[in-house]
């Protein structure tokens, strides 16, 4: 077969050497959450499917949901990095798909730099309350009596992440402005 003139062929990935040493150790824990986050899902599985063949023997796991909500938490903020590197974040385009050139590019850096900002602001009032949490050392109420500042502290983790892959995204375009 004869390629199509037509097709407008995808340009090869950027090799290595363009990116930065932040932009490229960032992925690698972008990642390694996104795999922490995958096996939080699983992990949910494996205790609701648990808790499912127990309650036909008339036993019970008694911490099923709290667990599942903290491994729901889990994976959600440890996702985040992985998600927003991937592109997968739900974006209302309704503007920025209209905008062209220097307005787009402007945009762009808006909707980073706002991200960043309010990013950092949630990660400091999460922090301050993992903080009040561990001082005070309050516990769930339930069963097991988990410290909360240990599922909270994934959340200020995640968020932490998050953050850290907006500002490689802000160096590395900084980094390329002539």
Avoid at 37 to 49: P, Q, T
Wanted: glycine residues 6%; hydrophobic residues 55%; aromatic residues 8%.
């Amino acid at each position: 077969m004869t390629p199509d003139p037509q097709a407008v062929p995808s340009p090869p990935p950027a090799p290595p050497s363009n990116r930065g040493a932040l932009d490229l150790v960032v992925e690698r824990i972008a990642w390694a959450c996104g795999v922490l986050a995958a096996l939080a899902i699983v992990g949910i599985l494996v205790i609701v499917c648990m808790e499912a063949v127990l309650r036909q023997f008339q036993a019970s796991l008694l911490v099923t949901d709290e667990i599942a909500g903290y491994l729901n938490a889990a994976a959600i903020f440890l996702g985040l990095a992985w998600t927003l590197r991937e592109g997968g974040f739900i974006r209302v385009e309704i503007l920025y798909d209209r905008a062209v050139g220097n307005l787009k590019r402007a945009l762009r850096w808006l909707i980073v730099l706002t991200a960043a900002a309010f990013t950092a602001t949630i990660l400091w009032v999460c922090v301050r309350h993992v903080v009040y949490a561990y001082e005070r050392d309050t516990k769930a109420v339930s069963i097991i009596e988990t410290p909360e500042w240990i599922p909270q502290s994934v959340m200020v983790l995640g968020l932490a992440i998050l953050l850290l892959q907006l500002v490689a995204w802000i160096v590395d375009r900084v980094r390329r402005i002539p």
